[in-house]
């Protein structure tokens, strides 16, 4: 079922529910407020008869007397009738003399207990009074149809039925509208993002600057589509770079191997040849490793995130990785500020991952150096932590430090070193996965100084 049908329904569900309530509520307090009046109309019937009974028994007259003033009276109230039974039951006085209805013993039973009562009997509503004097007592009745109210009634609930298939009606169609017009931004957005596809990724949807839930629903949407056009252009530029990068190695692999085999060669030239392909497909391998690693921090596992790692310690471990490797490079590790609480010292996080980003770092810092030697300074205080490497190289310009971290990009002083420029887009994302945050601070000629901030 569609929203705008569900709107209407659930629209016309909810009006004709409290339309409803409120015509029954009329329609019970009408039926009690005419049903009341017809019983108070009875009783004073009744009452007046009881006055007149009393006047006839003190003068001694007989109930003729009564009769003519009954016949007399032209507020007489539909099929009336007037009753009067003595102590035994027995009727001495019938309005309709010749067929009086007949009254169930029960009934007569419960006036003489209660003095007073209501009944209704063969579709006559009753009021039954006990009258007493000195030597007698008397069971007045007064019957009557309420010939008005059931007509009023009737026509009331016709009327009713009128009104709520009139309401059903203009409700559904008030409904069909007023669920067009709520959907219509929802219906603009489904149209506007039909119309987006990767060749116009860029586009955006319009804010209507209501400040409302649909103004909402589209700035986050455009939030999802900038991000979606980031991954996009990562992903275009990521498949681009990698296919550059792969395809220089893999050229001259094969360029090699295709001029060994033009002719016989000396086994110093297939050694020589052996040798230069080999060195081209560990820089393949190197390359493909990084990747996997850059791969494996953009998902953003932090179910990897589980160890308790000092800071301190990973520096040596970093320290002694390097120099194993790079037995040329000099670093030095300066502690500026240390907490008294040892706990201080550590972070939640993937050791491997951060000595990754180190590494990365610090192998850096050693080779873009004139003497191939870098500062590592750590900082610690019980708000935050902070690791500073630094070298005295040639330093990155002001126009080149935003791109540093993106995938592959190397500036035109670090052309010439050999390298892929993942390793600063590594060092990023794993920082920014432990909650961190690296800054760069550079001066051409001077040095380069990068700030890690727990």
């Not at 059903?168 to 489904?190: C, N, Q, V």
């Not at 040639?394 to 010439?416: D, H, L, N």
């Amino acid at each position: 079922m569609k929203l705008r049908k569900r709107i209407t329904l659930q629209f016309v569900g909810v009006v004709l529910t409290i339309l409803t309530i409120a015509l029954l509520s009329v329609y019970i307090f009408t039926d009690f407020f005419l049903d009341k009046n017809f019983y108070r109309r009875l009783n004073n019937r009744a009452e007046t008869i009881v006055g007149w009974l009393s006047q006839i028994i003190d003068s001694q007259q007989n109930t003729d007397f009564l009769e003519n003033l009954l016949k007399n009276r032209k507020d007489q109230l539909p099929s009336e009738e007037i009753i009067i039974y003595n102590l035994q039951n027995k009727v001495i006085f019938a309005s309709t003399s010749q067929n009086p209805i007949f009254i169930e013993q029960n009934i007569l039973k419960q006036i003489r207990l209660q003095n007073r009562i209501q009944f209704k009997e063969k579709g006559f509503d009753g009021v039954g009074i006990l009258y007493k004097t000195p030597t007698q007592r008397y069971l007045v009745i007064a019957l009557a149809q309420n010939n008005y109210g059931q007509d009023f009634l009737k026509q009331m609930r016709w009327m009713m039925i009128g009104i709520v298939m009139f309401s059903i009606i203009f409700i559904s169609i008030t409904g069909w509208f007023y669920a067009k017009k709520t959907l219509e931004p929802i219906e603009k957005i489904d149209f506007e993002l039909n119309n987006i596809s990767p060749k116009n990724i860029n586009k955006r949807l319009r804010n209507t600057k209501n400040n409302d839930e649909i103004d909402k629903l589209s700035q986050t949407i455009n939030q999802l589509l900038e991000r979606v056009e980031e991954g996009i252009n990562l992903q275009k530029m990521f498949i681009g770079n990698v296919s550059h990068e792969l395809q220089n190695p893999l050229t001259r692999i094969s360029s090699q191997l295709e001029v060994s085999l033009f002719k016989e060669r000396t086994p110093t030239d297939y050694q020589k040849t052996i040798y230069s392909a080999l060195e081209d497909i560990t820089d393949l391998v190197t390359m493909t490793q990084n990747l996997l690693k850059l791969s494996r921090v953009t998902a953003d596992n932090q179910a990897l995130l589980v160890e308790n790692i000092r800071l301190d310690e990973l520096l040596f471990d970093t320290k002694k990785f390097i120099l194993k490797n790079y037995p040329n490079y000099k670093i030095e590790i300066i502690f500026e500020t240390l907490p008294e609480d040892p706990e201080h010292l550590c972070i939640i996080g993937n050791n491997s991952l951060l000595k990754t980003a180190l590494v990365n770092l610090v192998q850096n810092a050693c080779k873009f150096s004139l003497d191939n030697h870098a500062y590592v300074v750590l900082s610690v205080s019980p708000i935050d932590k902070i690791i500073y490497v630094k070298d005295n190289g040639v330093g990155i310009a002001s126009s080149e430090i935003e791109f540093i971290f993106e995938p592959f990009y190397r500036s035109e002083k670090t052309a010439q070193t050999k390298g892929y420029g993942i390793g600063l887009s590594l060092v990023d994302k794993i920082i920014k996965m432990h909650k961190g945050t690296v800054g760069v601070e550079s001066t051409l000629g001077k040095g380069t100084t990068f700030k890690i901030l727990f």
